[in-house]
């Protein structure tokens, strides 16, 4: 049972170039979500999903784009990278929309 | 608006001493309250929760945390501090809703002198 794992750890990307964050989870849970963690500023909701096949919006989803066309994964998409998206990168899942959320190890991504 | 607010961005306790990390939020609901812990380099784990029912609640690692619902608080103890307790803390509240969401506190960093 790995829990919520993310792929990859860590990217480079120069600007304007394009990349898929993977977050997979092999505990059924329904709710997941991807967080972006910035010095000072907690963990900021991007964008999260009720179910496969949905999608919403969170707090600051300018730049990103997901799917949810597996349960147990969630891909986390940014078309045109800008250094303002240099952070570290966090997914979580939940099991009911009242429980814990379980987070992943990061991807910490830089942007030049 | 909802919002957490952890009024302390860096705290220095000696080994052994007594640990309070303060959390004030604004919530219009009935929340659900969370502390998470974040060593170096990983990521977010759950200390302890709040639903309902006793306000002071036992979390893993020897933590508690009380809610006082008149202070719109949620306050992280823990009576005697390790070295390796030393790490980020995140405080974060949830409601009723239908997403799940968190609002997460800005954190506050955790560290011990030996």
């Known amino acids: 049972n790995a829990g919520v794992t993310q792929t990859p750890k860590f990217r480079v990307l120069k600007t304007g170039q394009s990349m898929t964050l993977l977050c997979a989870q092999d505990m059924n849970h329904e709710y997941m979500y991807w967080y972006r963690q910035d010095p000072g500023m907690g963990l900021r909701l991007i964008h999260y999903s009720v179910g496969e096949g949905t999608t919403a919006k969170g707090e600051v989803p300018d730049g990103y784009n997901v799917s949810r066309l597996k349960k147990q994964n969630f891909l986390l998409g940014l078309e045109s990278a800008a250094p303002s998206q240099t952070s570290v990168y966090f997914c979580?899942?939940?099991?009911?929309?009242?429980?814990?959320?379980?987070f992943g190890p990061g991807t910490r991504l830089t942007v030049t | 608006a909802q919002s957490v607010t952890q009024p302390d961005i860096h705290i220095t306790v000696s080994e052994g001493a007594s640990l309070e990390l303060r959390c004030n939020y604004s919530y219009g609901a009935t929340p659900y309250l969370f502390w998470y812990v974040q060593s170096p380099g990983q990521g977010l784990q759950l200390l302890l929760k709040y639903f309902s029912g006793d306000t002071l609640v036992q979390g893993i690692k020897g933590f508690e945390a009380e809610f006082k619902r008149s202070q719109s608080s949620f306050n992280l103890r823990k009576p005697s501090v390790h070295w390796s307790d030393a790490a980020e803390y995140f405080c974060a509240v949830g409601g009723s809703g239908n997403t799940g969401k968190l609002i997460f506190g800005q954190g506050t960093t955790l560290q011990v002198k030996p």
């Open positions: 979580a899942s939940s099991m009911h929309r009242v429980n814990e959320q379980y």
